[in-house]
T-cell receptor, first 113, second 113 residues
Framework: KQEVTQIPAALSVPEGENLVLNCSFTDSAIYNLQWFRQDPGKGLTSLLLIQSSQREQTSGRLNASLDKSSGRSTLYIAASQPGDSATYLCAVTKAGTASKLTFGTGTRLQVTL | GAVVSQHPSWVICKSGTSVKIECRSLDFQATTMFWYRQFPKQSLMLMATSNEGSKATYEQGVEKDKFLINHASLTLSTLTVTSAHPEDSSFYIC?????????FGPGTRLTVL
């Protein structure tokens, strides 16, 4: 059974800092990996999607990397802003079942002024 | 990506009543939709996969007679929580799969008194 873990569980940084969120998964036979953002009491916003054949994806200040063989992904946020404060979730889909997501435990990020 | 709406955004009901939650895909014809449940400060747990024109597939431990899912058209799936109890209070989120990634609705907060 796939298990997805995110470290740290919570993080507080001052505005302007660069930061890294970590995601690890136990079964490397994945189809793709997605990073999501969730604001309190809200749904999920897809940030980045990395196919299993890719190493990284970039969108604005966000960069996600994938090392499938070691079962790890990182989300790098450059020049953090208070508006980045949210919970960040990673999720993987299993190879052969491209649609079913297994979510990580989440990292609650607080960017302070 | 696909745009997904949910209705209602929040609902309060008495114990023993039934509640219906709608999930609509506004710009994409979705043969597959997913229903998730999220308890406070926890990650999303997949409840069931909704398939247009056929029966839903439920995850282990999810009571199919309690959580009725109907996917009658390519743009609408409904989740009915029957005989709701306080322990069913949770945040319910649906998603649409567009053959590559999942896109999530804004969620429905259910509180059972």
């Amino acid at each position: 059974k796939q298990e997805v873990t995110q470290i740290p569980a919570a993080l507080s940084v001052p505005e302007g800092e660069n930061l890294v969120l970590n995601c690890s998964f136990t079964d490397s036979a994945i189809y793709n990996l997605q990073w999501f953002r969730q604001d309190p009491g809200k749904g999920l916003t897809s940030l980045l999607l990395i196919q299993s054949s890719q190493r990284e994806q970039t969108s604005g200040r966000l960069n996600a990397s994938l090392d499938k063989s070691s079962g790890r992904s990182t989300l790098y946020i450059a020049a953090s802003q208070p508006g980045d404060s949210a919970t960040y979730l990673c999720a993987v889909t299993k190879a052969g079942t491209a649609s079913k997501l297994t979510f990580g435990t989440g990292t609650r990020l607080q960017v302070t002024l | 990506g696909a745009v997904v709406s949910q209705h209602p955004s929040w609902v309060i009901c008495k114990s023993g009543t039934s509640v219906k939650i709608e999930c609509r895909s506004l710009d994409f014809q979705a043969t597959t939709m997913f229903w998730y449940r999220q308890f406070p400060k926890q990650s999303l747990m997949l409840m069931a996969t909704s398939n247009e024109g056929s029966k839903a597939t439920y995850e282990q431990g999810v009571e199919k007679d309690k959580f009725l899912i109907n996917h009658a058209s390519l743009t609408l799936s409904t989740l009915t929580v029957t005989s709701a109890h306080p322990e069913d209070s949770s945040f319910y989120i649906c998603s649409v799969f567009d053959l590559l990634a999942q896109y999530f609705g804004p969620g429905t907060r259910l509180t059972v008194l």
